[in-house]
C-alpha cells in the first residue's frame, strides 16, 4: 500500500476518534452535587439581606446526595435543592454526618417553614417533609439559621444582596 493511500484509509479513522474524543469531553452543564461550585443567594429577612453561597442540586442524583458524607457545611454556605413544581418534600438523613438546619421555600421564593435536622445511623430514619407543597429547599449547618436570622416569611433570590 502506498503513503498516498495509507493516509486515504487512516484519515477517516483519526478523524472519527477526534470527532468522538470530542464529543467525550461533553458534559452536563448542571452542577455536580459534591463539585463545590458555588454560587451567590441573597435571603432577604426582616433585619435586612443576608448573602449565603450554595450548591445547587437540581437532578434527581444531585438531590438524593445532598449533604451525604459531608464531615462539615461551612458557615455562611449550603445547598439549595430545585424542584421543577411545587409537591411536598422530604428528606432524611441516612449517611448525613452532620446536623442540618432546613428551610422549605414556595414558588414565591419565600421561606414557608423551618426545621432542624440530626444525622440518622441507621435505614429507618424519618422524613422531615413541607407541611405545604413547596419547590424549594435549603439545607444549611445547624444553627446557620439562627445566628444568620433566616426565618419563616424571609425571602431567597439569586445574586448578591443589594444593600
Known amino acids: 500500500m502506498t503513503r498516498s493511500n495509507l493516509l486515504k484509509f487512516i484519515a477517516p479513522w483519526v478523524l472519527g476518534l477526534v470527532t468522538l474524543s470530542a464529543c467525550a469531553q461533553v458534559t452536563d452543564s448542571r452542577p455536580d452535587v459534591h463539585s463545590g461550585q458555588l454560587y451567590d443567594f ?12 450554595v ?51 414556595n414558588s414565591q421564593n419565600r421561606i414557608v417553614q423551618v426545621g432542624h435536622m440530626e444525622p440518622c445511623e441507621n435505614n429507618y430514619c ?15 449547618a445547624s444553627g446557620e439559621f439562627a445566628r444568620l436570622g ?7 433570590s439569586r445574586g448578591v444582596c443589594n444593600d
Do not use: H, K
Open 126 to 140: 424519618p422524613a422531615f417533609e413541607s407541611d405545604v407543597p413547596v419547590a424549594q429547599a435549603l439545607e444549611m
Open 42 to 53: 441573597c435571603v432577604e429577612t426582616g433585619n435586612g439581606n443576608v448573602p449565603i453561597q
Open 55 to 105: 450548591e445547587l442540586a437540581i437532578t434527581q442524583s444531585q438531590r438524593a446526595r445532598g449533604l451525604m458524607y459531608r464531615e462539615n457545611v461551612p458557615l455562611g454556605q449550603g445547598m439549595l435543592f430545585i424542584y421543577e413544581r411545587p409537591r411536598v418534600l422530604g428528606f432524611w438523613m441516612l449517611n448525613t454526618l452532620v446536623a442540618l438546619d432546613i428551610a422549605y421555600i
Open 150 to 156: 433566616i426565618q419563616v416569611g424571609a425571602t431567597v
